[in-house]
């Protein structure tokens, strides 16, 4: 046989079985239902992996051998998304959804569309996982990103590569030049569960739920790593896209899907009504739906919230989109949400429980809070122990007792929470709780300052005020030595390696190495992140010191008007009260702060152990000199990156509205701040005319 024929049979076996390979992985990542046994799928990657090692010519980057990971990456870059990721609007009942639909039909009267075409829905389940943009050129996956700000994300194209339900190259669209789509990263409840059984196998730390699971492995700097966790990929939304024209989100479902794309099988309402009945639910039948009206939309809301729990995966809500791409174009969006579609969430869900003990936990500033420990209970498909109870006052006012039986739910289906007692089950010979009297970390007595409800150790040696003090000199908005753990303080505060800030800066090999888990590349890169960490800025090495009251916003503002160390610590009360956002009580909390002698003595010793703090100097425009604006709601935007551009255009931020208010920034879903401006007679305005005001559409928006 010539050679040339034998090398075009080669290419062709290897391509056949890239196929074969790729169909497999789509029938068990995607469908949910393998087509092969996993050792019939071992013996087809075996067979590849041979010949490409006999014919290491043949092996590109799109072959399924090809998963296991890149190399570690220093950082994630950022690139810039062609489109804008917007999140959506979120709607929690009924009426609320009724509601975005009469928006939706008065904007598309105005643009006197509405009676020409249908208003049908497209209906899906909303992934609680981490939002990603695919970009394939002439069939060929080249970029990932997350949603990022949604302007801006992180590349994180090695690690999606690891995940074996995402196509590597799509051999239907060659031909074209550019297909973006967006989509949901997850791990699968059954993944989760054996997932967390392997960490706690190897002593590690448990996931708190699939979603944090989910978003932690996707970033991941090894992606050898990531190719290790079990994820999936759903793809829901289209980017920019080269190809045939499509007219609405149904038709783009079935598009994708017949380019071996993940997603989700569209269906008809009267089948999912059908196919609801069965237990357990076949959702790889069809899951999304296509709704003819809002009351249709309305059904599926509720279908789906009575099967939640049968699906494999973790939803929050379901997402209500107008069908047709030429009505979503007409309809436009809003900040950084469009109007032609809604996520309509779950309300939190609750659970009942017991009460076994409240202990007091004690935070950096001597906080006293109280924490209730719990008889474990699944909330939302999560294992809950303990919820916070705040304060004294909370206590009281809620009648919360240890051995009573609770509702709790998870606040923002995140930060567990009890709802009321149930006093029906409480036991006869129950006991009010009261907040103790003494530190229950160094028995010192504790205060409870005028005005306040929470009471406080003010003993500055407390050893709990000592260690979370550290640990948010560490923080990542602190000092950021990411390197550095609770744990690994916790270690060194117990063999008195660290007494005060400073200690970080005399750290040794000698002391790391005398720790458990502790070996020569972990103590050599936990010394790198405290080098690193002595170059910062003034505003960082503020917030760092820990002043009660100075958060981030405040340690700004301490920075552009002070400039240096020393400048601040010859401060006074009146200078104090000439910044915009400090008042009488934060001036003397730091006044309070920086005239004792022990923190001056602290902060010589940071300066001179090499801790440089740097105030950059802002270039920009002085647009909004002397304006004073209140920053509420979400914007497309961070907002430590709002605060920067109105800090860098000569304006203030500040917390609250006031007569002295220049304006409110309003973004998405406005607070009680918006209100409170207009009853003043206060200008608010959106986040297109903010950018007006700076000229800076342009530079952020393309």
Request: proline letters at 5%; charged letters at 25%; glycine letters at 6%.
């Amino acid at each position: 046989m010539p050679k040339e024929v034998e090398l075009s049979n080669v290419e062709s076996q290897i391509k056949e079985l890239r196929e074969r390979i790729q169909q497999a992985n789509y029938a068990y990542f995607v469908l949910d239902h393998p087509e092969m046994t996993d050792f019939a799928y071992d013996q087809l990657f075996k067979t590849l992996q041979t010949l490409e090692s006999k014919y290491p010519n043949f092996i590109s980057p799109e072959s399924p051998t090809q998963r296991v990971g890149a190399n570690p990456l220093d950082q994630f870059s950022q690139k810039q998304h062609r489109q804008p990721m917007l999140s959506l609007q979120n709607t929690y009942n009924q009426e609320e959804v009724l509601a975005f639909n009469e928006r939706v039909k008065k904007k598309l009267h105005e643009q006197s569309t509405f009676e020409k075409e249908n208003l049908a829905y497209f209906c899906e389940p909303k992934f609680d996982g981490l939002a990603v943009e695919l970009i394939y050129e002439k069939g060929k996956l080249v970029t990932a990103l997350t949603r990022g700000d949604g302007v801006i994300g992180e590349d994180v194209t090695s690690q999606i590569r690891t995940i074996r339900s995402v196509p590597l190259i799509l051999p239907d669209f060659t031909q074209h030049a550019l297909l973006e789509l967006r989509g949901e990263v997850i791990i699968f409840k059954s993944d989760f569960f054996k997932l967390n059984q392997a960490q706690e196998e190897q002593g590690l730390l448990h996931f708190a739920n699939p979603r944090n699971a989910a978003a932690g492995s996707l970033r991941q700097l090894d992606p050898r790593i990531t190719a290790q966790r079990p994820l999936r990929m759903f793809c829901y939304a289209p980017g920019t896209y080269d190809g045939e024209p499509i007219k609405s989100q149904s038709d783009f479902m079935e598009k994708i899907k017949s380019y071996g794309l993940p997603s989700l099988t569209v269906t008809t309402l009267k089948d999912l009504k059908l196919r609801t009945q069965s237990h357990p639910f076949p959702w790889q039948k069809g899951l999304a739906c296509l709704c003819q009206n809002i009351e249709e939309a309305v059904e599926y809301y509720t279908l789906i919230e009575k099967i939640r729990h049968q699906l494999p995966f973790e939803i929050d809500g379901v997402v209500i989109k107008v069908n047709l791409f030429s009505q979503q174009k007409e309809l436009g969006q809003i900040s950084r949400s469009p109007r032609w579609a809604t996520a309509a969430k779950f309300k939190p869900e609750q659970a009942q429980t017991k009460i076994k003990n409240i202990i007091v936990q004690v935070g950096r500033t001597g906080a006293l809070t109280p924490v209730a420990i719990m008889e474990p209970v699944k909330v939302g498909g999560v294992k809950v122990t303990q919820a916070t109870l705040h304060n004294q006052e909370e206590i009281q006012r809620k009648d919360i007792r240890v051995g009573d039986t609770v509702l709790i739910h998870r606040a923002g289906d995140v930060i567990p929470e009890v709802v009321e007692v149930l006093t029906a089950f409480r036991e006869s010979n129950s006991q009010a709780f009261h907040m103790p009297k003494n530190c229950p970390s160094c028995s010192e007595p504790v205060v409870q300052m005028e005005g306040e409800v929470i009471s406080r150790c003010v003993n500055p040696n407390c050893p709990a005020v000592l260690s979370e003090s550290l640990k948010h000199f560490v923080s990542k908005k602190a000092l950021n030595m990411d390197k550095i753990g609770e744990k690994l303080i916790e270690k060194l505060i117990e063999r008195k390696r660290l007494t005060r800030m400073s200690d970080f800066f005399r750290l040794s090999e000698t002391d790391l190495k005398e720790l458990e888990r502790q070996g020569e590349r972990s103590v050599q890169n936990t010394l790198k992140s405290i080098q690193a960490s002595q170059q910062t800025t003034l505003s960082r090495f503020i917030y760092a010191l820990g002043i009660r009251f100075v958060g981030e916003s405040t340690a700004v503002s301490l920075a552009n008007h002070f400039g240096t160390v020393d400048k601040l610590l010859q401060t006074h009360r009146e200078e104090l009260l000439s910044i915009p956002d400090i008042g009488p009580k934060v001036a003397d909390s730091i006044l309070r702060t920086i005239t004792k002698k022990s923190f001056i003595q602290e902060i010589e010793d940071l300066l001179s152990l090499g801790v440089k703090p740097i105030q950059p100097i802002l270039s920009g425009t002085k647009t909004l000199k002397n304006l004073q604006i209140v920053i509420t709601g979400t914007l497309p935007l961070d907002r430590d990156q709002v605060k920067h551009l109105i800090l860098q255009h000569g304006g203030k931020s500040t917390s609250s509205v006031s007569k002295k208010t220049s304006f409110v920034l309003a973004g998405e879903t406005p607070g009680s701040k918006a209100d409170k401006a207009l009853e003043l007679g206060i200008p608010v305005i959106g986040w297109e005319d903010f950018q007006k005001k700076l000229n800076l559409a342009k530079k952020i928006t393309n």
